[in-house]
T-cell receptor, first 113, second 116 residues
Framework: GDSVTQMEGPVTLSEEAFLTINCTYT??????LFWYVQYPGEGLQLLLK?????DKGSNKGFEATYRKETTSFHLEKGSVQVSDSAVYFC????????????FGPGTRLSVLP | GAVVSQHPSWVICKSGTSVKIECRSL??????MFWYRQFPKQSLMLMAT?????????EQGVEKDKFLINHASLTLSTLTVTSAHPEDSSFYIC????????????FGQGTRLTVV
């Protein structure tokens, strides 16, 4: 079945450092790819998404490019802030309506001032 | 974007009692809603898929008699944890998809259940 693999955390960075969180997937079809963020004690919020190969999703300084050839969707940010401390989930979803999401294990990011 | 409201955001209950969690899509109709469970420092695990007007589809290993799901309308799904035990303590999150917005799903804020 479909699956998502993320780099193991936790990741600890200093403010203004460069962030990369690796994500690779396995899917039988052509899924849409997502990054969700979960702040402490809260639910999931969509950070960015890409629906087809070579699409780049971006939001709040975060970017990720849908790479079909490497089945990857790595999350990057050029300069992290303390407020970016959260858990980040990579996820995929089949395009058909009603299909659920498959989530990666999540990567906890801590940004120190 | 669309809003999914989950209630309550946290609840403490005694062992043996039942707890109901509501998931509402506020500004769109959701034919399908999903219920997830998240253990501390772990990812979300799909428990069941809730379809309006029909029985929910449970994932393998999820006890349907313990986790009762009702999707009575296009904007409301409920999860009832029956005869709760401490091991049921967890973070429960629902999501709903709006067909008109494509593949994006919207998540509720989650419910933290503590069974004492």
């Amino acid at each position: 079945g479909d699956s998502v693999t993320q780099m193991e955390g936790p990741v600890t960075l200093s403010e203004e450092a460069f962030l990369t969180i690796n994500c690779t997937y396995t899917a039988t079809g052509y899924p849409s790819l997502f990054w969700y963020v979960q702040y402490p004690g809260e639910g999931l919020q969509l950070l960015l998404k890409a629906t087809k190969a070579d699409d780049k999703g971006s939001n709040k300084g975060f970017e990720a490019t849908y790479r079909k050839e490497t089945t990857s969707f790595h999350l990057e940010k050029g300069s992290v802030q303390v407020s970016d401390s959260a858990v980040y989930f990579c996820a995929l979803s089949d395009r058909g309506y009603g299909q659920n999401f498959v989530f990666g294990p999540g990567t906890r990011l801590s940004v120190l001032p | 974007g669309a809003v999914v409201s989950q209630h309550p955001s946290w609840v403490i209950c005694k062992s043996g009692t039942s707890v109901k969690i509501e998931c509402r899509s506020l500004d769109f109709q959701a034919t399908t809603m999903f219920w997830y469970r998240q253990f501390p420092k772990q990812s979300l695990m799909l428990m069941a898929t809730s379809n309006e007007g029909s029985k929910a589809t449970y994932e393998q290993g999820v006890e349907k008699d313990k986790f009762l799901i009702n999707h009575a309308s296009l904007t409301l799904s409920t999860l009832t944890v029956t005869s709760a035990h401490p091991e049921d303590s967890s973070f429960y999150i629902c999501s709903a998809r709006d067909q008109g917005l494509g593949t994006e799903a919207f998540f509720g804020q989650g419910t933290r259940l503590t069974v004492v």
